[in-house]
């Protein structure tokens, strides 16, 4: 059964800095990754999908990486500003959609003025 | 399209009350998802349906909990009776087709207060 850990918990930097979220996976049978960020009271978003033949994935100030041999994947946010504060998950797709997401619990990120 | 669009946001209903969320998934994708997530155990898959026939249950917590999904363009997730311990937000989700780029689009959410 697939298991995702995320570290840390919870992280609170001044703003400018640039930061490194890091996701673990127990199975290394993954179809894609999924980053999604959550605001307090609200649903998901979707950040940056790589697919499991893929080695990163940037999107503006965000870039995923993804090394299934060693089960990691990391989210380096660049140049961090307050509006970027939010839970940021990461899920594990194990089955091409089929099977749902596997979910990790979630860096809680406070990026301060 | 509008995404995944669930109702109602916000439900407060009282112990051994019947609780009835709804779900309209993108159009067009073939795959719907229901979650759950909890302080304690952060989100976890409930059902999934692919081509409006539930394929796994096997998240579903109780007997209590059902879902249905009539048409391609709408789901329910029916918690009977329903119990404090069911408090969480519950998502819905979507996908099409299944394989390495599937990405999912998930709804804002119902926050159910069983008190």
């Known amino acids: 059964k697939q298991e995702v850990t995320q570290i840390p918990a919870a992280l609170s930097v001044p703003e400018g800095e640039n930061l490194v979220l890091n996701c673990s996976f127990t199975?290394?049978?993954?179809?894609?990754l999924q980053w999604f960020r959550q605001d307090p009271g609200k649903g998901l978003t979707s950040l940056l999908l790589?697919?499991?033949?893929?080695r990163e994935q940037t999107s503006g100030r965000l870039n995923a990486s993804l090394d299934k041999s060693s089960g990691r994947s990391t989210l380096y946010i660049a140049a961090s500003q307050p509006g970027d504060s939010a839970t940021y998950l990461c899920?594990?797709?194990?089955?091409?959609?089929?099977?749902?997401?596997?979910f990790g619990k979630g860096t809680h990120l406070i990026i301060q003025p | 399209d509008a995404g995944v669009i669930q109702s109602p946001r916000h439900e407060v209903t009282e112990m051994g009350q019947e609780v009835t969320l709804r779900c309209k998934p993108i159009s067009g994708h073939d795959y719907l998802f229901w979650y759950r997530q909890t302080m304690m155990r952060g989100l976890e898959l409930l059902i999934y349906f692919n081509n409006n026939v539930p394929i796994d249950d096997s998240g579903m917590p109780e007997d209590r909990f059902s879902a249905k999904m009539p048409n391609a363009s709408f789901s329910t997730l029916k918690i009977q009776p329903s119990e404090p311990r069911d408090s969480a937000v519950y998502f819905c989700?979507?996908?099409?087709?299944?394989?390495?780029?599937?990405?999912?689009?998930f709804g804002q959410g119902t926050r159910l207060t069983v008190v």
């Open positions: 899920a594990a797709n194990s089955g091409g959609g089929a099977d749902g997401l596997t």
């Open positions: 790589i697919q499991s033949s893929q």
């Open positions: 989700a979507s996908t099409s087709g299944r394989g390495h780029n599937t990405e999912a689009f």
């Open positions: 199975d290394s049978a993954i179809y894609n």
